[in-house]
């Protein structure tokens, strides 16, 4: 799972190269920022700290279901002012996006979504990163994980924050957890940590919408194949493969056209979820070494009911 997270980041590293906005902008507000030691003394009220307008290339948005606006309303909050909101502080070692024993700390996704989003509706919180990878983090997902918006690194302000293991910048902010635990296994595929870097918004979502938008037609039992084939195409594919407006962007390479390659050559299909290599040498999507036979063959058995045809062709 760690490796996995591992073979993820020289790909995100380089389709940073793509997003220049963000390449030149970040890093370069990042060396100019000052950032003033935040007074915690004083009990703010969250709501007064969101803004309708960016302020600044290192504020933080937030979209999706807010509380008080519109639903699609983006709000942005500035570093600084989340500094100022209650913090929680854990000391971790398994986290690959850090060198070792790290202290960090920050706010949980769970106290963002209470003081932000609207208190009954959303189920689903997803950070969107300036590469347009996304993190779905479900509520059951963070019941058991606890993910952390990251605001300090062993106590340093951002400006102070390391690179990332392969040299990237890591803000403008970063998600991590406690100590963490799979909590399922699926075929080869264990629940895998969310550790997404270069988080620029995040959305309180709910999966009805969010995940509605990759599940199978029709009823299937939790341990027919293509259950189990959605259940690890939404933890891991959706991150950088988009269907529609919802997931992932990274990869440019929509749900239709995975559909399409599953339906027409399985077997192309699971070499390349494989090896990606081993069917296009120049291929920047990570390696599933670590999927067997039978998880290729529920990813694949998905994504041909994920076909508008597929009924016929299976
Ligand atoms: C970390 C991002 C990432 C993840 C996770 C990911 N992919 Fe990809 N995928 C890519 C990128 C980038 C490409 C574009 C071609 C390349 O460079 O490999 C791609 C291309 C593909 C292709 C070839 C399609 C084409 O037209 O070129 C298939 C098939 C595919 N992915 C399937 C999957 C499946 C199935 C999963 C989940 C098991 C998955 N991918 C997970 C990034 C990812």
Redesign the pocket.
């Known amino acids: 799972m760690l490796d996995h997270w591992r073979r993820?980041e020289p790909?995100?590293i380089a389709?940073l190269a793509l997003c220049a906005l963000c390449l030149l902008a970040w890093p370069a507000a990042n060396a100019l920022a000052s950032h003033s030691a935040p007074s915690s003394a004083q009990p703010v009220s969250p709501q007064t700290l969101l803004h309708p307008q960016r302020t600044s290339v290192g504020d933080l948005a937030l979209g999706g279901d807010l509380a008080g606006v519109p639903r699609g309303t983006t709000l942005f909050l500035r570093y600084d002012d989340l500094l100022r909101l209650p913090q929680t502080t854990y000391t971790i070692d398994d986290d690959p996006n850090f060198h070792g024993h790290t202290v960090i700390s920050g706010i949980p996704l769970a106290q963002l979504a209470h003081l932000f989003g609207q208190p009954d509706s959303s189920d689903l919180i997803v950070a969107l990163c300036y590469d347009k990878?996304r993190s779905n983090y479900p509520s059951d997902y963070i019941r058991d994980h606890q993910p952390l918006l990251v605001l300090r690194i062993d106590g340093k302000l951002r400006d102070r924050w390391p690179q990332s293991e392969y040299g990237g910048p890591m803000g403008p902010y970063l998600i991590s957890h406690p100590t963490f635990t799979p909590s399922f296994t699926i075929l080869s595929h264990k629940d895998e940590m969310q550790i997404p870097f270069g988080v620029i918004e995040i959305d309180f979502r709910s999966q009805s919408r969010v995940f509605g938008a990759i599940r199978p037609p029709g009823k299937w039992p939790g341990n027919s194949p293509i259950w189990q084939g959605y259940i690890?195409?939404r933890q891991?594919?959706f991150?950088?493969?988009n269907a529609g407006l919802e997931g992932?962007q990274?990869?440019?390479?929509d749900w239709k056209?995975?559909a399409a390659?599953a339906t027409t050559d399985p077997a192309l299909?699971a070499a390349?979820?494989h090896a990606?290599k081993s069917v296009?040498p120049?291929?920047?999507?990570?390696a599933?070494a670590d999927?067997d036979a039978a998880s290729l063959h529920a990813?694949t058995l998905y994504?041909q009911a994920m076909f508008p045809s597929g009924e016929k062709i299976r």
């Open positions: 993820v790909q995100r389709s990878y690890i195409a891991d594919c991150r950088c493969h992932g990274m990869a440019r390479r056209i995975l390659w299909f390349y979820i990606p296009m120049s291929a920047k999507m990570p599933h999927y990813l994504f």
